[in-house]
């Protein structure tokens, strides 16, 4: 057998052992679009021991996006699946459906928690209801500031207007299908420095997001944890 067979045999293994996993830590699934850096924060964290969480599954609605590569190379089972508009069904209705699917493929994967780390899509309540007060995201912009795409490039802009001297990022629970509204878990502010280009302060950006990502499912962890140890004390 060729090295790379071997390596596929042992990457099919785990994922084969993953849904009835005995591991005792926190089970995230995670939703990605695009490069998939908040991701790699995340599984180089889980695989050092550093975090005591694990990634069991990861979902992108991109086909080509890097983020499977990633979570397939940490030998995580990872599935594009991509929106499709259906014949003759209106818009939200065609959402709705593609929610409902998404759900019945992230369920079997028991997580405690979804993080939606890059995803690209606002979920339907055919989603979230069957995830309730488990579903967090990450935001590249503090509370109430520059909802939804492009934020960052948006605060940088926002700054060389002379309007803020300062943004950050989040992470916050998803409740319902408003747009980056859900109470906050983490933040933290980022200024700007002069004469900085928005590739420097997106590059700054990033390292802030992977930092709160960490804290975050750290905190998600440890309060999983919390519960699980008050119920057995009765």
Same mark, same amino acid.
């Given at each position: ?36 850096? %908040? ?7 889980? $695989? ?34 991509? &929106? ?5 069904? *209106? ?31 606002? $979920? ?11 579903? &967090? %995201? ?18 940088? #802009?926002? &700054? ?16 319902? #299908?408003?747009? *980056? ?43 999983? %944890?919390?519960?699980? %140890? ?5």
């Amino acid at each position: 057998m060729s090295r790379q067979d071997t390596v596929r045999s042992q990457i099919l293994n785990r994922t084969s052992n993953f849904q009835g996993s005995d591991s005792k830590k926190p089970r995230f699934v995670i939703l990605v679009s695009g490069r998939g850096s %908040n991701l790699q924060a995340f599984l180089d964290a889980s $695989l050092s021991g550093t975090l005591d969480a694990e990634a069991v599954f990861v979902v992108s609605s991109e086909a080509e996006a890097p983020a499977l590569e990633r979570a397939r190379q940490a030998g995580v089972p990872a599935q594009a699946f991509p &929106y499709r508009r259906e014949p003759g069904l *209106d818009r939200n209705a065609s959402r709705r459906l593609y929610d409902a699917r998404l759900a019945k493929i992230v369920e079997p994967w028991k997580p405690d928690f979804i993080f939606l780390l890059g995803w690209m899509r606002i $979920l339907s309540n055919a989603f979230i209801h069957h995830f309730p007060g488990r579903i &967090y %995201n990450l935001h590249p912009a503090l509370p109430g500031c520059f909802p939804g795409t492009g934020s960052i490039q948006r605060a940088w #802009e926002a &700054y060389g207007r002379g309007e803020i001297d300062h943004s950050g990022a989040m992470v916050h629970l998803v409740p319902d #299908e408003g747009v *980056d509204t859900g109470p906050v878990l983490e933040s933290e502010k980022l200024g700007f420095s002069p004469f900085q280009s928005i590739e420097a302060f997106e590059a700054e950006m990033h390292r802030l997001e992977h930092r709160l990502v960490l804290r975050a499912a750290a905190r998600l962890a440890a309060s999983l %944890n919390t519960s699980e %140890n008050h119920t057995k004390g009765g």
